[in-house]
């Protein structure tokens, strides 16, 4: 709960408290923007993550979809003003790897159950997601990412992301084996034209044929090429770093492992400083020493964390499909039946922000990049994930014990995450 949340006298009459037509009832003293014109307000929070700097205790002044200016101690303004007393603001969280939410896939290619799983991680903070598509027949991929390239142009997506098909069978994780195949390079163009420019990464084995020259192209539409369910070894790793990849697709998971004789590829995309890496803090998928050992590594500015997040995520365990695959989720993991492979995760953004601030005793104003200005700086995007002027006003807003207080999306605040605990 907000018990802290209070409003100055300085509201203006446009933001009366309370229920908004067409919109959820408020707690008395929180102000909606939600349905009605934005309006423009300064939010003054004990501590304020941009994440570059924190200011504490520091504010933000929001102007339409926009910040305005960032500061620190009491601003001088007068315009209307909200105090987030115990709260901290940071930016809205930037989740590059993410399939569905809310018994919704991606790789469903359905446009409306697309919309509702972004809506799910946008209540959970998540005010940036790009849609992760899992292998399918060719036919079936280029339809998905047709119909979602039109919610990347809506702005309801920050982009698509091709998981497969061109991955290591050794690797597969929870995607179909049978449906694998090596990158042809007429296969990869076709992908990336149905795109538009809205594939935003993708994630390949390099030792398959035709591997390396994937990567070229991938890189030369402008997307991210990343390294993942590979069986690639060091040297093979490095050559796709020096053909233009410059993402590990989630660290550890779906690779060989370190070791000291056959350091593998998390060794060579952890050392290089043109990689970022990604990691998912699930408290499954990788041990928490493991965790630290690769934010170490990485240094602050290269490890980004995901949510790898299934249909499954807020909609309890039970039976889901991820691409062709049925998997089995059991007290919140995700595995295919047989293999017992873990088939993504079914956390948010922000439980796998807060699992990881507390299981690696890491201060959240680092964390806090790894989910907002590192997966932004993927992205190639300055706009979000950082609370600058001139950036979209989204920010996320969590309690001392880091629970969601509220979620402001383009300046408006997303009424389903009001008091959430
Ligand atoms: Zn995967
Ligand atoms: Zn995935």
Redesign the pocket.
Known sequence: MVTGMTGDATGSPGEAPGTVAGGPTLPEGRESTEGVERTEIVLVADTVLTPDTVLAPGWVHVAGDRVRATGTGTPASHLPRRTLTGHTILPGLVDVHCHGGGGSSYTDGDSDGAAAAAGVHRAHGTTSTVASLVTAPLDELERAVRALAELVDDGLLAGIHL?GPWLSASHC??HDPALLRPPRADEVERLLAAGRGTITMV?LAPELAGGLDAIRRVTGHGAVAAV??TDADYDTTRAAIDAGATVG??LF??MPGMHHREPGPAAALLEDERCRVELIADGHHVHGAMLRQAMRLAGQERYLLIS?AIAATAAGDGRYRVGGLEVIVRDGQARVPGTGSLA?STVTLHEALRRVTRATATPLAETASAATRTPAAVLGRTDIGTLAPGCLADLLVLDSSLDIAAVMHRGRWVPAAWGRT
Do not use: K, S
Request: hydrophobic share 10%; proline share 0%.
């Open positions: 998981e994780g929870a994630t993942g369910h697709t989630h998971n779906g790898d993504g």
